[in-house]
């Protein structure tokens, strides 16, 4: 899924396109929608009143495997956007042993870095092709005395290398007529560690992450040193490209703009925070849970978190929550956290239907990955309608008897369908085996019948 323009990403744009990978779960993909149309609309307003808009978290109702987790994500590729995934069960108060909450900003702040480097070394890649492409040339053609020209005998005289030639080369070289040879190149590494890094980030000193981040910049040269390497020449050159490309990205930029990009539309996927939410009658672990919730909540509400980038405030980054919320509410969140999560949207338990539409709809559909995983070895799978109906029919049914995990019932039983498949299809040859609803019945049928094994198996 490629991102949209901005301006184009209006709320029925964006549930067209979560449509293509994510079925059924209208009402979670028009909140979203709106969340995100929102955050363009405050880019747009003019004054101090565009800072004082803030963004309108959500909180994912339903079980798992519902879709919720790939609701934010495909939200966050399409927006471009910084996204970064945590479960709330994984930190713990302040005190405790465990992951501090500001983790989950420069977490983030990681991810902006990463996809701001890789949106500029796209651009700056052509160039540094070309710079890369002179090196491996300079290589091939050394034009130092005492060297000799590639296709030579060590020994003979090297005469002047005219541009003729070198011309001629570098036809081959993009023809690809030099693939098979190696030539020597030096190229830049990082080192096994530097010493001084272990010893600082040893437990028990008392270093931070924006500290050691600090000292890892500073000492960063130290641990990169050149070595040479012989490589063919494809593998050469492509070294060579990312060397330059490196040499190409203005760093301190990209790390500017992915601190902007980071704060204005940075998405982070709070995951399983019923597992937080606790009543506040009960007392033991649920007074944790509750700390935990409050030192979340400066995070949400908006704060500054030191990271090694530099400092990053949180007030305009776009919360989406989400929980089963079996044993617990969202009524059971302090009432702070729940203020800072205003939008509420249930999602829909999945059904025979909907996993029939699963299995056959969306672009990265399963029934398709397996086809295409099988074809790379020649076997052609052609799935009948009849077949994928019974899948759908026995997911929903080992759902229902066992723990419903949703749709990722189907990877579990498709994996069990095909095993045979899988294991035999680079013996078996060029074929087309046709999966009618009397394969699946004669493997699965059993398995799916016996409480005891479908608990174990599928």
Sequence with gaps: MKGLPAAALTPAAIVAELDRYIVGQREAKRAVAVALRNRWRRQQVEGDLKDEIAPKNIILIGPTGVGKTEIARRLAKLARAPFCKVEASKFTEVGYVGRDVDSIVRDLVEVAVKLVRDEEAARVRPRAKDAAEERVLDVLLPRASGGHRFGERPGEAAPAVGDPTREKFRAMLRDGRLDDREVEIDITEEGSGNPLMQM???PGTGMDESSLGGLKDLLGGLNKRQR?????VPDAWTALTEEEV??????DRVT??????????????L???DKIATSHERGGADISRQGVQRDLLPIVEGSTVTTKYGPV????VLFIAAGAFHMAKPSDLIPELQGRFPIRVELEPLTAEDFVRILTEPQNALTAQYA???GTDGVTIEWTAEAVAELARIAVDVNTRTANIGARRLHTVLERLLDDLLYNAPDIGRQTI???KAYVLERLGALAADDDLARFIL
């Design 228 to 232: 040479r390497r012989k490589l063919k």
């Design 313 to 316: 405030k949180t007030d305009h």
């Design 200 to 202: 600082f980030s040893a």
């Design 434 to 436: 046709p999966i009618t």
């Design 256 to 269: 500017r703009d992915a601190i902007t990009r980071a704060e204005q539309h940075g998405i982070v996927f």
């Design 271 to 273: 995951d399983e925070i």
């Design 372 to 374: 295409a995983l099988l």
């Design 246 to 251: 490196d040499k190409l990205i203005d760093h």
